[in-house]
């Protein structure tokens, strides 16, 4: 069964650098997605993206926040300058079309913000 | 209001139980509706969609109800590996954004 998988699954930073969230969507989604998940609370939303767009961003998703299709299999997303509470598990997720279309969830990359 | 709203438990209950979730969603515009599965650390997994007319999957019932705006989830005959947060979820964003509950735990137990 296809399945999103992400790079790396886990990631330690210091405060302030630049850290690279990879994910290899479903190869015949459309959509792309990034959620986020603080431990123990609940999962948010952060951005869509669809035809090398943002179509909708949260906004957690402020300026120090990217993302980019750099290929025809890659997605990724970027935090340019990490803080402590960006620390938390990231998780990428693809579907095949919006609305009742399913979205598929990558096993996340947790990352800790020293 | 939250956005999506649910009873955080946990529910423990004892191996052939029923067990029944419900969740509140404020945004009357919300076109669909999901329940997933999270185990501990691992990513969200979808276990069904939700249909106005109410839906069935073996032992999973999920039913709608746009007038209250309100979600639940009917399992029956709980197995211990039914053990998991369930998490109600809801598209706010017309196909771009789910929304997502803070979760229900369940603890199924022999």
């Known amino acids: 069964e296809p399945e999103v998988t992400q790079t790396p699954s886990h990631q330690v930073t210091q405060m302030g650098q630049e850290v690279i969230l990879r994910c290899v969507p479903i190869?015949?989604?459309?959509?792309f997605y990034w959620y986020r998940q603080i431990l123990g609370q609940k999962v948010e939303f952060l951005v869509s993206f669809y035809n090398n767009e943002i179509s909708e961003k949260s906004e957690i998703f402020d300026d120090q926040f990217s993302v980019e299709r750099p290929d025809g299999s890659n997605f990724t997303l970027k935090i340019r300058s990490t803080k402590l509470e960006d620390s938390a598990m990231y998780f990428c997720a693809s579907s095949a079309d919006r609305g009742r279309e399913t979205q598929y969830f990558g096993p996340g990359t947790r990352l800790l913000v020293l | 209001r939250k956005e999506v709203e649910q009873d955080p438990g946990p529910f423990n209950v004892p191996e052939g139980a029923t067990v029944a979730f419900n969740c509140t969603y404020s945004n009357s515009a919300s076109q669909s509706f999901f329940w997933y599965r999270q185990d501990c650390r691992k990513e969200p997994k979808l276990l069904m969609s939700v249909y106005s007319s109410g839906n069935e999957d073996g032992r999973f019932t999920a039913q709608l109800n746009r007038a209250s705006q309100y979600i639940s989830l009917l399992i029956r005959d709980s197995k211990l590996s039914d053990s998991a947060t369930y998490l109600c979820?809801?598209?706010?964003?017309?196909?771009?954004?789910?929304?997502f509950g803070t979760g229900t735990q369940l603890k199924v137990e022999l």
């Open positions: 979820v809801v598209d706010t964003g017309g196909g771009n954004k789910l929304t």
């Open positions: 190869s015949n989604h459309l959509y």
